[in-house]
Every structure is written in structure tokens, then in C-alpha cells.
């Protein structure tokens, strides 16, 4: 299972974590990732993180704001978000997959957390 928290309103320009609480599966073994999805549009990757080796990648839209995290002895990824944007306003889901998965292919993750809701205003 996975729970996502951390979600609520911020002004433009402040920042929020998001947290992604996992359980049921071995951590080390997985890829966990952020995915939003804004109102009327597709679900798309945010950024990943392998558990196994601790690679990262980051969407291009918020490299140098977003920060992803985990730490092992509580099972948990986070999602530092800072400078953000309206644009960044969606339900933000974590999901896992199966590790060295290094996509953000939603097809590929077999577990999904509820989402978080993220608005930020002008």
C-alpha cells in the first residue's frame, strides 16, 4: 500500500512536502514515483526515485525545484517542492514499481497511492 500526504494550498513561490508512505512490499526492491494530474488533463510523471540504487529523474518543468527523497527506515519517499508554481495545481499520486524501472510509464507500476491535492495560487 501506499499513502500520500502533505498536499494543501500554498501562495506561489512557497513550497510544500509531499510524503508517500509505503507498506506490504520491500522497499529496497522498487521504484517509487510522483505522477499529477491536473484538472482536465492526462496524468504525467513528475519524478522517480530507485530504491535500489537511488537514481533520480526530475520532469524538465520542475527540475531545480522539486526534490525527491527516501528514507529507508520508515518506507517513505518524499517530494520537497519548492518555488511553486499555479502551474504545478494538481492531485499529486505516488506509485511504485518493480525497481530499475527508470520510467515514469504509468502501465509500469503496479501499486497507487490515493493523491494528495496541491494548489497553488497567483
Known amino acids: 500500500q501506499l499513502q500520500a500526504s502533505g498536499g494543501g494550498l500554498v501562495q506561489a513561490g512557497g513550497s510544500l512536502r509531499l510524503s508517500c508512505a509505503t507498506s506490504?512490499?520491500?522497499?529496497?526492491?522498487?521504484?517509487v514515483g510522483w505522477f499529477r494530474q491536473a484538472s482536465g488533463k492526462e496524468r504525467e510523471g513528475v519524478s522517480y526515485i530507485d530504491n535500489t540504487d537511488g537514481r533520480t529523474w526530475y520532469e524538465d518543468s520542475v527540475k531545480g525545484r522539486f526534490t525527491i527523497s527516501r528514507d529507508r527506515a520508515k518506507n517513505t519517499v518524499y517530494l520537497q517542492m519548492n518555488s511553486l508554481k499555479p502551474e504545478d495545481t494538481a492531485v499529486y499520486y505516488c506509485?511504485?514499481?518493480?525497481?530499475?524501472?527508470?520510467?515514469?510509464?504509468?502501465?509500469?507500476?503496479?501499486?497507487w497511492g490515493q493523491g494528495t491535492l496541491v494548489t497553488v495560487s497567483s
Open positions: 506490504g512490499f520491500a522497499f529496497d526492491g522498487y521504484t
Open positions: 506509485a511504485a514499481a518493480r525497481s530499475a524501472t527508470y520510467s515514469t510509464n504509468r502501465q509500469l507500476y503496479n501499486y
